[in-house]
């Protein structure tokens, strides 16, 4: 589902809004979500899952068309973890449709 969409999902579902307000709420959510984590907040959506910023420390990297090696220096980057009930939904549709049984849970 690309933003348009949802935006247009949104507004269906609300009709006494105007689309214009629900493009400003979407994007306002979106806006908030990334100042957060440039603050290096994280940002929990219970039920969905939970945004967060990791840190990966600098490294010797390769080129893959030349093949020399290149210096690729620490950065900060996004990571997002699915919560128990979004994993649970998505499970619960695969194992319906395929009629599976329920997957064992591995340890972490």
């Keep these: 589902m690309t933003k348009s969409e949802l935006i247009a999902k949104l507004a269906a579902l609300n009709p006494h809004l105007?689309?214009?307000?629900?493009?400003?709420i979407v994007a306002t959510i979106f806006d908030e979500i990334g100042v957060a984590l440039a603050r290096g907040d994280r940002v929990e959506l219970r039920?969905?899952?939970?945004?967060?910023?990791?840190?990966?420390?600098?490294?010797?990297g390769r080129n893959p068309r030349t093949g020399e090696t290149v210096a690729v220096?620490?950065?900060r980057v996004p990571y997002f973890k699915t919560g128990k009930d979004l994993r649970d939904r998505l499970n619960k549709s695969v194992q319906g449709a395929a009629g599976a049984?329920?997957?064992r849970k591995l340890a972490d």
Aim: charged share 35%.
């Design 101 to 103: 049984p329920p997957a």
């Design 73 to 75: 220096s620490q950065k």
């Design 18 to 24: 105007y689309q214009r307000d629900v493009e400003r």
């Design 47 to 60: 039920g969905f899952g939970a945004f967060s910023v990791k840190q990966r420390e600098s490294r010797t």
